[in-house]
């Protein structure tokens, strides 16, 4: 099976860092990946990390602890736009050829207040 | 140039009753797929294509038929509707199903089964 837990809430105020952690249980893992959807909005992709440590785009980074089956996204220098869900995504084992689904969390809701 | 574009933005319609929901991407991708988002926002496969070949296919009750008539397409036909198919439908794509692959959304078709 599989499953992803992270934090169904975080609440910072701007100028702040926030982190959103996410632990997971896959059959076969592949890496972790981050996606922001703001209210009403597409989801869109923010990072994907294949290997154990930190990667850096920006004011957002996302860590992956494979041993630890958990990973988190930071975010730094908060702004009121980046209030919205994120979504931390797994990809579950395939059976053959077959491609393995993207199992997503349900989201975190970040809320930035100034 | 929207990269994946589906319409309608909105679909308002009686129970028991059939609707059709068009995807088109222009980005060249060979995969694409539809997601599920409940109230809750969780996120959940239901069908992916790769190349007009249906690959993922999870637990959807049959009246829910995707058609890909061509790469750059992929329909989601609904019939007989229930209360409970009240969502948001995304339709995704990306150009190398696999661990890190990057998906690119759609801005979902809201449906309300009256």
């Known amino acids: 099976g599989q499953s992803l837990e992270q934090p169904s809430e975080v609440t910072a105020v701007e100028g702040a860092i926030v982190q959103i952690n996410c632990t997971y249980q896959?059959?076969?893992?592949?890496?972790l990946s981050w996606y922001q959807q703001h209210d009403g909005g597409a989801p869109t992709f923010l990072s994907y990390n294949a290997l154990d440590g930190l990667e850096e785009t920006g004011r957002f980074s996302s860590f992956l602890s494979r041993s630890d089956s958990y990973g988190y996204l930071l975010l730094q220098e908060l702004q009121m736009k980046d209030s919205a869900s994120y979504f931390c995504?797994?990809?579950?084992?395939?059976?053959?050829?077959?491609?393995?689904?993207?199992?997503f969390g349900r989201g975190t809701q970040l809320t930035v207040w100034p | 140039d929207t990269a994946v574009s589906q319409t309608p933005k909105y679909l308002v319609t009686q129970m028991g009753n059939d609707k059709s929901i068009k995807c088109e991407q222009n980005l060249g991708h060979d995969t694409m797929y539809w997601y599920k988002q409940d109230s809750k926002k969780f996120l959940k496969i239901m069908f992916s294509?790769?190349?007009?070949?249906?690959?993922i296919n999870e637990t959807v009750p049959n009246r829910f038929s995707p058609k890909s008539p061509d790469k750059a397409h992929l329909n989601l036909h609904i019939n007989s509707l229930e209360l409970g198919d009240s969502a948001v439908y995304f339709c995704?794509?990306?150009?190398?199903?696999?661990?890190?692959?990057?998906?690119?959304f759609g801005s979902g078709t809201q449906l309300s089964v009256l």
């Open positions: 294509y790769n190349n007009k070949e249906l690959i």
């Open positions: 896959t059959s076969g893992f592949y890496g």
């Open positions: 995504a797994v990809r579950e084992e395939g059976r053959g050829s077959t491609l393995g689904r993207l199992y």
């Open positions: 995704a794509s990306s150009q190398d199903p696999g661990p890190g692959e990057k998906l690119f």
